[in-house]
């Protein structure tokens, strides 16, 4: 009933993610494609390069109501409210069956909340927040995390998205994909910053950070902070802090989802002693400008900072 | 001149660490061995199992007097300085040019001014702590971090070290040794912590944790901690979790490791953020006998214990 | 012309604040009293207690269409967006010019958005969060933080709040009554850890704790929770620890207000160093049955079971 | 017999505070006066000030063999540790039954063991570490916290010092002048930074910072921080932050004390939450230049700068 063959695919949000995304899924996709943004210039540039039989609609809710399956790609749970429960939000023309995937990383209960009226209002929805970044989005390497109410939901979604990501996992019930994004930020964060730290107190006490690197890398302390993403420069060639934290996951995006654990764990009395602490140390840092907008393995820039100028 | 078929070996320390470790290092070695512990009985049970060759003496001097190589393997700082300086100790009896290795985990400066007075005393001396504990040496799996003065020292030590373990590091050095052990189990501790908070609250969210850390394991967030030592009951079988937290790396040693790292931050100047909260949180479960002795994964059983007899 | 003696008052929320506090609004004032609470049995009690003259609604919509000053008593910000806001709520039925003073603590952001709401209704509002507790609702002697649009708005609501407290402190604009109570509770919060580790901290050293805080509180380290709420037994006689933290401030209670805090801060882009672990701390004891209910000095406890029953 | 009158004192560490506090002593007293200090001129300044009756010791063990009663102000442990026990230390000329008393703030373990070197020694010895700074020293208004082993050490400690100071507290046994000190100091600085936590989130809330002041000092946040050195410039136009956090008590002397409390804490197995990441919080501060010798307040200015500058 609902193949790939008979459905209307509707993508909503062609930001940087969206953008890259809605392009791979048109390409692989044989289904009539309907497209909306808030900006009217992307929209008319996502036609330029992927063709006229791309529709435009000029509100969610006329996209909803053409499209059987709807992606949506949006920066932070306001826009997602908005998009799927507003005025002219998706919930006023979502056709009965047609399903909503929301790729957002937003907050959990809001997520749950908007999946529940879009299902009470006859259609079905699911979360499928990313993992990968702008590079996965472009090279359709992303991981999705999915939640879902049932089975044939996640298999359905799985369709779709497997044209714009290489991994596509089924995480449980609504909201399960945005907490396991998040948990999984929140460990980054953690061991990025913990990372610094003691790559720090190694090069103070005399080592060479290569050297500890590969130490590390190689014992109990591993991880993808000091393996593949090590915040000292020169320690891994590939990594953002070689290139002056430029690429990468910005600080203040990294702060977002930190963000989004706190309320989750304010929301379900789970204590946080480390997870806060990193919270509030990316939400100092990333209130310098220069800083903000670098990848969040900066943080070892900030920690080492202390201790130059040192007077005795 | 140092040629391993010359050398007299001595061994100090014969605890649960040290008896596996010069077993095997008499048992690959055709050099003399020499043996002392502060108790008797420990000697004689050495004895009885490696053979009546060898030696025992009666203090660390005698035991100096007698050989070129003496390794060490002791529990905290104050061991070592009264076994290498104290009234009776390796010092008073040290011959010119034999070599120190002492494999303790103790404080970096107490190990760098232990070394230092060794080679002023005319003989040599390199800081060589463990990874990889009880199992470890009785495998002869040990990786050994090596600080040493000159190459020649390391290459020395080497001969002998990689009889009772599989990996020698060189790390720099006097102090770089415990330097790198410290730094990876401050990171350690870090990501244990923040494992245990990020399964937490991702079960408290309505995930499966081994979802979780199937996710976890294959995205950024992947650690030690979480892919091998996974702290949730159940999710690693070979984890100690999964065995009531038994065996592993005791709460109370990986306190004591922590304990080196904060003094050596003290006295570098390095800040230490979440590092210096994950002392304190282990300070605290330390002090709850029946977390003291279990692995150092249970923080996520003090963490969780939060929450399961809340009221509201 | 908003002369006291023209009001008809509105009382709504007849929990253990409220109802003393409109026992103390009624008997003090002689304009006509109407009460609402969902519970009917709470307002039969009321009418018991204070006399027949006080009339019952059965709505806040109910309630605002006869009074021209209303007064809320709530626990939470659900309760506030729901009898302000809700579909019986008091917009529906409020009327022109009629001042809404709100004494509930909650979060900022709602408090302001509920207070911008009512006034867009033609009404006029202001927050008017409390301190000084259960006792200080029964003896009259609370403290209010108002914030309000206008000064005669504040003006106009202290007539009615000096009734029910004996300060009444103008702290600016909407929302800056909240603002000014949680900022005062994360910094008690705060102290209050602080007394307890700096107590616990000298205990262990050797010291008589009444001397300890008889130091500190003629010291720079002096504060409300040193030498008014000292939180180690039998230091203070009044305080609530010396009586098995009966009594006093709810650790739940003081969780629920750093939540509101930690919420400001993360809004407001305000870094929480302290502040972020503090709340950790007591969502992690608050979690505990036993402490949750009792005064939130029992931090002291939390912290120093920890090392009565270390093995080493 | 030791009646003042009989008395010979020696005085060693003529610092900042010591000079200040000796010239007080001296002037109070008519017994022979001693001094000695590791800089040559600063002794001919004392006695170009003071007059040439007061006598010059060439080393610790010669002012000993001449003092009755010896007053000590020094920086550091390493310097207590010289002075007294060093090789032209006090130790090698201690006259029987004299009285040493420490002034210097320094390790709790380190006070407890030099002194019981003395005693052992046949001499006697308090620990008097001192509140008040060199405003205090200069006014002879300092807080001294005395450690004794008898109370008719105490008695005849207080008969100096308080030449020198308006309040002498007897604390308790050796060492616990010391922990009374550094326990006062450790509430200290949380109570700072928690002033400074809630003053920022205030004002970013919208409220005037003398506003929120009032509001705090009269109520159960108030604390020596808010109303007496209000971290806020402006607010309190006598505290340091109202003159660019010159004078007052330097962030690097607060980071030192904070060292010392977390050393004491180690060893006595007492977790510090906030205590630990306070101290690690002016670590990083400190080691900024331009904030080092500024006082403790101005982790105000650390905390705050957060945010002015950010983007979004």
Not at 264 to 277: F, H, I, V
Request: proline share 3%.
């Amino acid at each position: 009933m609902h193949s790939p063959g008979s459905e209307v695919i509707g993508f909503i949000g062609l930001g940087q993610m969206g953008f890259s995304m809605a392009k791979h899924l048109h390409a692989k996709s044989s289904a009539p494609f309907v497209i909306h943004d808030m900006n009217r210039q992307i929209m008319e540039r996502f036609q330029a390069e992927c063709g006229t039989d791309v529709d435009v609609a000029t509100s969610p809710a006329e996209l909803a109501s053409r499209a059987s399956v709807i992606v949506t790609a949006l920066p932070e749970s306001a826009h997602v409210k908005e998009v799927y429960l507003g005025e002219r939000g998706i919930i006023k023309g979502v056709r009965q069956g047609a399903l909503c995937i929301d790729s957002s990383t937003i907050d959990t209960s809001v997520s749950v909340d908007v999946s529940s009226q879009i299902i009470a209002a006859g259609a079905r929805a699911v979360d499928a927040p990313i993992s990968g970044g702008i590079m996965g989005a472009k090279a359709a390497s992303l991981t999705f995390m999915v939640g879902s109410q049932t089975d044939s939901d996640y298999e359905r979604a799985r369709t779709h998205l497997q044209q714009m990501g290489k991994n596509v996992v089924h995480c449980g019930d609504l909201g399960t994909g945005q907490a396991a994004k998040l948990c999984n930020n929140l460990l980054l964060a953690i061991s990025m910053i913990g990372t610094a730290e003691a790559m720090n107190l190694g090069m103070r006490l005399g080592l060479d950070p290569k050297v500890l690197a590969s130490i590390v890398n190689t014992s109990s302390g591993r991880c993808w902070s000091s393996d593949t993403a090590n915040p000292v420069p020169n320690v891994i060639s590939a990594a953002p802090s070689s290139s002056d934290y430029a690429g990468g996951f910005k600080s203040r995006l990294m702060l977002k989802d930190l963000g989004l654990a706190s309320t989750a764990a304010k929301d379900s009395k789970t204590p946080l002693m480390l997870g806060a602490l990193a919270e509030n140390i990316y939400r100092h840092l990333a209130s310098d400008s220069a800083m903000a907008d670098k990848d969040f393995s900066v943080v070892y820039q900030w920690l080492s900072a202390a201790g130059t100028t040192r007077k005795d």
